[in-house]
C-alpha cells in the first residue's frame, strides 16, 4: 500500500488550494478514504472521509462548507478541496486507508 499526498503550499486567507492523494498497492475502489490533519502541538484530527463509491462523505464540523473531499475511482486518486482558508487550517495533511496506511503528509501553510 501506498498513498502519495500532493498539493499543498503556502496561501493567504481566504484562499484554495486542492490536495491529491494517489494509491497504489491495493484496490483502491474497495476501500473508505480519509483525510486528517495535525497541526503543530496538536492531536491529528479527522477532516473528512468517503466511501467506496464515493456517495457519502462526511466532514469535520471546523471545516464543514469549505473543504469537499470526491474521488476518482479510475485514478485511484482522492481530493480535497479546500476554500476560504483560515489560519487555523494551517497543518500536515494526511491521506489515510484503515489497517493504519498513511501518506507522508503535505503542508498547508495559511498565512498573510
Known amino acids: 500500500v501506498q498513498l502519495v499526498e500532493s498539493g499543498g503550499g503556502l496561501v493567504q486567507p481566504g484562499g484554495s488550494l486542492r490536495l491529491s492523494c494517489a494509491a497504489s498497492?491495493?484496490?483502491?475502489?474497495?476501500?473508505?478514504m480519509s483525510w486528517y490533519r495535525q497541526a503543530p502541538g496538536k492531536e491529528r484530527e479527522l477532516v473528512a472521509h468517503?466511501?467506496?463509491?464515493?456517495?457519502?462523505?462526511n466532514y469535520a464540523d471546523s471545516v464543514k462548507g469549505r473543504f469537499t473531499i470526491s474521488r476518482d475511482n479510475a485514478k485511484n486518486t482522492v481530493y480535497l478541496q479546500m476554500n476560504s482558508l483560515k489560519p487555523e487550517d494551517t497543518a500536515v495533511y494526511y491521506c489515510?486507508?484503515?489497517?493504519?496506511?498513511w501518506g507522508q503528509g503535505t503542508q498547508v501553510t495559511v498565512s498573510s
Open positions: 468517503i466511501t467506496s463509491a464515493g456517495g457519502v462523505t
Open positions: 489515510y486507508r484503515r489497517e493504519g496506511h
Open positions: 498497492g491495493f484496490t483502491f475502489s474497495r476501500y473508505l
